[in-house]
C-alpha cells in the first residue's frame, strides 16, 4: 500500500531520488523485509551520531507539524525531539482547543492548513482512518501517530528495532502479546508487522473481552505465523522471548464498569517473571498504569525504559526519510 509521494514546496536536490521522499506512513502494511532493515540501518547511524555529537544539522531548515488530538507524552516528545535533533523545528498543535479545530474545522482543513507552513505533518486522532484521509488532503507527507484503535505504524517500528537491538534478532522468535489486544492499537500494527520476520511464534494473552481483532489474526495467519490465544499467561511465559504489555485502554470502554473488571486482568511482578528465560525481554509501549509493577523495573529484562529511547532514534529516521534526507 505505498502510497504516492508528494513533492511540492520541498527545494530540488538529488535527495528526490530517495525512495521514501514524500511518502506518507500509514500503515505497518506498507513495509517489508528490505524496508525494515532500511529503516533499522539508517535508525542505528541516528543513534550513533545522537550518542557523538547529540544535535546535528541533517534538517536544518525543515519544519514539523505535530498535530496531536488525543494525549500523548512519548510520541509527541520523541517526534519534537525527534526534528530538533535533527536541527529542524516543529509547529506543536496538542492542546487542539487552543486550534481552530476548536471552532469546528474539519480534520482535511486543518492538514491542508499545516502543510502550506510545514515540510511533514505528524497526525494522532482518535478516529481509524484518520491519517489515511489526512494524507488526501495534506500536501505534505503525513505520518500516523496512533488512529484510533487503528494502527500505530511508529511504535511498531520502535517496537522491533527494540527487539533486533535488545535480544540482537527478529527471527525465531516467540513473542506474547499481554492485556488489552481489542484496544490497543500498537499491538494491531506489531502483531501484523512481525509476519515479516520467520520462525515467529505468537501468543495473544487477554481477556476473553479484550481478545486481538478478527482481521489481524486472520492477517497473521494468512502469513502462515503460529498463533494462539489464551487467557492465561502461566502456560507460554517460560517459552517467551519477547513478553509485550498493553495497558487496559480506559478511554476506549463505553462501559466504565466492564473496564474495572478487566483493568487488573494481569499483573507483570518479579515473582510473577520467576518463571520466565532468563534471556528475553519485557517490552510496553507506555504508559503503563498497574499492569507492570515497578518492583520489576530495575529487573535487566525490563526493557520499556531503553525501549522509549530507541523510538527517538526511529523516529529521527523516519523524519530524514520522508524528508529525502536518508
Ligand atoms: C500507546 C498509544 O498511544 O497507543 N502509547 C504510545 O504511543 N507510546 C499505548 C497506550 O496509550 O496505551
Redesign the pocket.
Known amino acids: 500500500m505505498l502510497t504516492k509521494a508528494k513533492k511540492p514546496h520541498l527545494p530540488l536536490g538529488d535527495h528526490q531520488t530517495a525512495p521514501w521522499y514524500g511518502k506518507d506512513i500509514l500503515s505497518v502494511k506498507q513495509f517489508n523485509r528490505a524496508d525494515l532493515e532500511y529503516i533499522f540501518g539508517v535508525a542505528h547511524e541516528m543513534r550513533i551520531m545522537v550518542e557523538r555529537i547529540g544535535t546535528f544539522d541533517l534538517l536544518k531548515g525543515k519544519i514539523l507539524a505535530n498535530i496531536f488530538y ?1 494525549p ?4 509527541a516528545s520523541s517526534f519534537m525531539a525527534a526534528m530538533e535533533r535533527l536541527g529542524g523545528a516543529v509547529i506543536p498543535i496538542s492542546e487542539v482547543k487552543y486550534s481552530s479545530v476548536a471552532k469546528g474545522e474539519s480534520l482535511p482543513d486543518t492538514v491542508r492548513t499545516l502543510g502550506c507552513y510545514a515540510d511533514v505533518i505528524v497526525l ?1 486522532h482518535p478516529e481509524v482512518g484518520s491519517a489515511a484521509l489526512a494524507a488526501q488532503y495534506a500536501g505534505k507527507p503525513v505520518i500516523n ?2 488512529d484510533g484503535v487503528g494502527e ?1 505504524p511508529t ?1 511498531a517500528l520502535l517496537d522491533t528495532f527494540t527487539i533486533r537491538e535488545e535480544l540482537g534478532r527478529l527471527d525465531n522468535l516467540t513473542v506474547t502479546m499481554l492485556g488489552d489486544l481489542k484496544y ?3 499491538v494491531h500494527s506489531l502483531a501484523r508487522l512481525l509476519t515479516q520476520f520467520n520462525g515467529i511464534r505468537l501468543n495473544c494473552v487477554s481477556p476473553k473481552i479484550l481478545r486481538m481483532p478478527r482481521d489481524v489474526l486472520d492477517e497473521v495467519a494468512e502469513k502462515g505465523i503460529p498463533q494462539k490465544e489464551h487467557t492465561l499467561l502461566d502456560k507460554v511465559l517460560p517459552e517467551t522471548d519477547v513478553l509485550y504489555v ?2 487496559v ?1 480506559r478511554e476506549r470502554f463505553e462501559d466504565a464498569a466492564v473496564y474495572e473488571k478487566v483493568k487488573n486482568a494481569f499483573i507483570i511482578t518479579p515473582d510473577v517473571m520467576k518463571a520466565a528465560k532468563k534471556e528475553m525481554i519485557v517490552m510496553h ?3 503503563r498504569i498497574t499492569e507492570i509493577s515497578m518492583d520489576f523495573d530495575n529487573d535487566p529484562r525490563a526493557a520499556y525504559f531503553r525501549q522509549m529511547e530507541y ?1 527517538l532514534y526511529v523516529r529521527m529516521a523516519l523524519l530524514a526519510m520522508v524528508l529525502g534526507k536518508a
Do not use: D, N
Open positions: 488525543e500523548s507524552t512519548r510520541t494522532r501517530a496512533g500505530h511504535q490497543g492499537r500498537t498493553t495497558r485502554q509501549p507506555l504508559p523510538g
